[in-house]
């Protein structure tokens, strides 16, 4: 056990709050899922990728840091701390990213990557379906192949699309192949959302944001270059990935731990303390001081090569699990101690609405516990 | 930065692993409760004794192994494993440390294993292993004292878990070798019995987990093992969550106190009271996923649920770890010196 920093690691870690205490908004950015704060957000984003901080992990070539992934950590750390926006990039840089890197072809990351550090290109993610949620299997839309024009006509619908409305360009998963059923058959497609037969139709998440989107495909192309990992490897390509949406990389310990640390201000600021509520507010706190040792122990064995494949994807439902409840929790105790402030509309009430999304998106905390159960308890399946 | 257990730290645990799963099987465990032969497990404690378990934290001019908290956690969570009912934390942690500060002419015979040692921090509560043992070293005042078993006055109790050997004591305040003093030292013999107890709490919960899982694959109802209903499949991957968070916590105490970090009163609370809980939660699980055997005593699960709800109370419970955070974190004013005993 070695819980220090390195000296690069602690010079890196003074880098990034200098630069973030210059230059973090203030006050905060509206919401990003708002048309207009998303045009504000998107000044953000540039401003981040001009500084060299919009993807520190990724090799400079693709407009990156080539930060270590321990320095990644303590960026995530300090973005967090010094109260920095959202990152409405977060779907492209965070969830296609890893996948560009594992499976994309040299020609595709060249020509995508770059661009998504710039936040030239903003992605949202195409997988959801009126008839697959959870059941993302049951896929319906689907992709022919047109070999006159080298590529895809694509149609079908998408749906609870995070920022579908506001950003660029969706990957996606499609079904290329009708004889074969459930997670066979399926293709990871990259495609603009300004391509010809694409409609797109914003609606309100539960806090009211127009933060989700459907999208409608009508005879849509998609040339052949945009398939993502080869025909009929869309399952596999999505599933390998699915550890960077449930585990670390979308939900790193630094945004839980500024809202623990939220959560003791508010708590000392009460007039009467924490009061009858003190218990949970130590509670919050250490769970998510716990959810930062996980991942400290996850980073090590991802550094040494000691995680990989399937037990590691696994591995992320249990951070799932615990981030999405613990997310929960520090807001419902915030609201307790407001009391009756608890309903004017302020960042925890709007938190607190956007933190009970948490044990549905990304595969529902159902489905995650069905995953530990079986494939790191060893349970039988029905 | 490397969160993972040292090898040779490893080594060690994995040494008394093996020694454990060959000697100490549930029958052992229940020799130690009313009416077994407690010979049997203090055979086992001087094997383990020659592994050097009991010198851990003895300096190696004094005769030990001169490791550090950062080696005890991985140990002592094979230990919780076993279900040994032996005086773990109070010799390892606690005891042997303190008699080697001392210079006690008494510590080669702990260090051996001939002789039980056991140890408390709390001036009033029963102690652990009393009725057991030959030296008792004990919190009076702000001072923590050595004493023979003839010094002191036992009342043996009934304990929720047959085999810890309860006993109240009353001891002397001017008897005994006195071995610490002091809000400083009285810290570092807190912390570590606190750390100790949540390690065996991690490795309690990993066993009632083990047996669980093994039983819900086998046992079938309905045509098919209940181990593939979802209720089950998800009460249990709730007990893996909670385990799976405390272990990290656990750790981190370990190497906190090791290295003498500013934080680690703060991180050695988070320890019990995340192992404390989740040990718990398996418990309640546990016996919930067994189903009746789950409820009797035949079947090995109570010997481990029993210890469980024995350790989480020892050391401070979770409640009183959360008012020292509270106290740490500035969210109230008092509660520090009293909770710390």
């Not at chain 1, 999405?324 to 009391?339: N, V």
């Not at chain 2, 130690?32 to 190696?60: I, N």
């Amino acid at each position: 056990m070695d819980l220090s920093w390195s000296p690069e690691e602690q010079a890196f870690r003074r880098e990034a709050r200098a630069w973030l205490r210059a230059n973090v908004p203030d006050p905060p950015l509206p919401s990003g899922d708002t048309r207009a704060g998303f045009a504000a957000h998107l000044e953000w984003e540039r401003t981040l990728y001009r500084a060299g901080w919009a993807a520190v992990s990724w090799p400079r070539e693709f407009g990156g840091r080539d930060a270590t992934l321990w320095q990644w950590l303590l960026f995530e750390e300090e973005y967090y701390r010094a109260g920095a926006p959202q990152r409405i990039s977060q779907n492209g840089i965070f969830l296609l990213a890893p996948a560009l890197f594992r499976f994309g072809t040299p020609e595709q990351q060249r020509r995508l990557l770059p661009r998504m550090a710039a936040a030239q290109d903003l992605w949202a993610q195409g997988w959801s379906e009126p008839g697959a949620g959870s059941d993302l299997a049951a896929i319906r839309s689907r992709a022919v192949h047109d070999e006159a024009s080298h590529g895809w006509r694509l149609t079908g619908q998408k749906t609870w699309t995070s920022r579908g409305a506001f950003c660029t360009h969706v990957f996606g998963l499609f079904r290329t192949d009708p004889e074969v059923e459930r997670h066979r058959g399926l293709s990871y497609f990259l495609l603009p959302l300004d391509a010809p037969g694409v409609t797109v139709r914003g609606f309100p998440r539960l806090d009211g944001d127009e933060g989700f989107a459907d999208i409608f495909l009508d005879d849509v192309f998609v040339p052949d270059r945009d398939v993502l990992g080869g025909v009929g490897q869309g399952w596999s390509v999505a599933m390998a990935t699915t550890g960077s949406e449930r585990g670390l990389t979308l939900r790193s310990p630094g945004r839980f731990l500024h809202a623990a640390d939220r959560l003791l201000e508010l708590a000392r600021a009460r007039p009467d303390g924490p009061g009858g509520h003190r218990d949970r507010v130590v509670q919050s706190w250490i769970e998510a001081q716990a959810y930062q040792l996980f991942t400290l122990g996850q980073v090590t064995g991802l550094v040494e090569g000691l995680a990989e494949g399937r037990q590691a994807g696994a591995e992320s439902s249990l951070n799932k699990l615990y981030w999405s409840e613990l997310d929960i929790r520090l807001h419902e105790t915030a609201l307790d101690l407001l009391g009756s402030e608890a309903e004017v509309e302020g960042p925890w009430s709007k938190g607190y609405q956007f933190a009970l999304s948490g044990p549905v998106y990304a595969g529902t905390n159902e489905i995650q516990r069905t995953i530990v159960a079986e494939r790191l308890l060893g349970l039988p399946r029905r | 930065m490397r969160f993972a257990v040292a090898e040779d730290h490893a080594a060690l645990a994995a040494a008394a692993a093996a020694l454990l799963a060959k000697e100490a099987g549930p029958e052992l465990v229940r020799s130690g409760w009313p009416g077994g032969s407690p010979d049997r497990v203090e055979a086992v404690w001087r094997r383990l004794a020659g592994l050097g378990l009991p010198a851990l934290l003895v300096p190696e001019q004094a005769g030990g192994l001169g490791l550090d908290e950062d080696a005890l956690t991985p140990l002592l969570t094979e230990l919780g494993r076993s279900g040994l009912p032996v005086p773990a934390v109070e010799t390892i942690a606690v005891g042997a440390p303190l008699l080697a500060a001392a210079d006690s002419p008494l510590l080669d015979r702990v260090m051996s294993g001939e002789t039980v040692l056991t140890a408390s921090h709390h001036p009033s509560a029963p102690v652990p292993f009393a009725a057991r043992a030959e030296l008792l070293v004990l919190r009076v005042g702000e001072q923590v004292r050595l004493y023979e078993r003839g010094e002191v006055v036992l009342e043996p109790l009934g304990s929720v878990d047959g085999s810890r050997a309860l006993a109240r004591v009353a001891a002397p305040p001017g008897g005994g070798v006195l071995l610490a003093e002091g809000p400083r030292q009285l810290a570092v013999v807190w912390g570590r019995g606190v750390l100790g107890t949540a390690a065996l709490l991690l490795g309690l919960g990993e066993r009632m987990l083990d047996l669980t899982v093994a039983h819900v694959r086998e046992r079938r109802q309905f045509g098919a093992p209940v181990g593939s209903f979802q209720a089950v499949q998800h009460s249990l991957a709730d007990a893996l969550v909670a385990l799976r968070f405390a272990a990290p916590a656990v750790l981190a105490a370990g190497w906190a106190q090791s290295t003498g970090q500013p934080d680690a009163v703060l991180r050695t609370s988070m320890a019990k009271v995340l192992a404390s809980d989740a040990a718990r939660r398996v418990a309640r699980t546990a016996i919930q996923c067994h189903g009746a055997i789950g409820c009797t005593t035949e079947y090995e699960l109570h010997l481990y649920a029993k210890r469980t709800w024995a350790l989480a109370a020892d050391w401070g419970d979770p409640d009183r770890h959360r008012r020292l955070i509270a106290a740490e974190l500035g969210l109230s004013e008092e509660g520090t010196a009293n909770d710390r005993t």
